[in-house]
């Protein structure tokens, strides 16, 4: 049986981060994406060693999400799960913002 896919936004820190490595230990495939690989060094690493694969992305930057995106779909042929993670909080303020991208993937 194949991998389970997941594509996870924001895997620098946090819950992102969290996620890809528990996803990783379960033996699924992961695509994380940072907005700096040099900021975020460390979590890189830390998925690459644990198998992962991570890419770059500003989830704000609409035009660049289908390129990254069609990219897995190119190596993998499908995303089975999608988490967009990437954001922010203002706690004090009692909000939070998260873009929601929508996107199609067909199955192989
Ligand atoms: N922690 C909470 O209590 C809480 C509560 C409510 C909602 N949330 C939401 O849960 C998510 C994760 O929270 P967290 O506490 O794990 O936060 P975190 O540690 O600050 O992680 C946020 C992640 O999102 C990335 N990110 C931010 N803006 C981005 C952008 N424009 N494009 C791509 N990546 C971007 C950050 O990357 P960089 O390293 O490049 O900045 C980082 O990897 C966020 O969406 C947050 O709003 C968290």
């Known amino acids: 049986m194949s991998s389970t896919i997941w594509f996870i ?3 620098s820190s946090g819950f992102g981060l969290d996620l890809a490595l528990y996803a990783l230990r379960a033996g699924h ?6 907005r700096n690989r040099g900021k975020s ?9 644990a198998g992962g694969k991570c890419v770059v992305l500003d989830v704000t930057v609409l035009e660049s999400i289908p390129t990254v995106i069609q990219g897995v779909l190119e190596k993998e042929g499908r995303i089975d799960i999608l988490v967009n993670n ?14 929601v991208y929508v996107l199609k993937s067909s199955q192989p």
Do not use: D, F, L
């Open 9 to 11: 936004t924001g895997v």
């Open 29 to 34: 495939t992961v695509y994380g994406t940072v």
């Open 41 to 49: 060094s460390n979590a890189v690493s830390k998925i690459q060693t």
């Open 86 to 99: 990437a954001g922010w909080a203002v706690m004090g303020a009692g909000r939070h913002e998260v873009r």
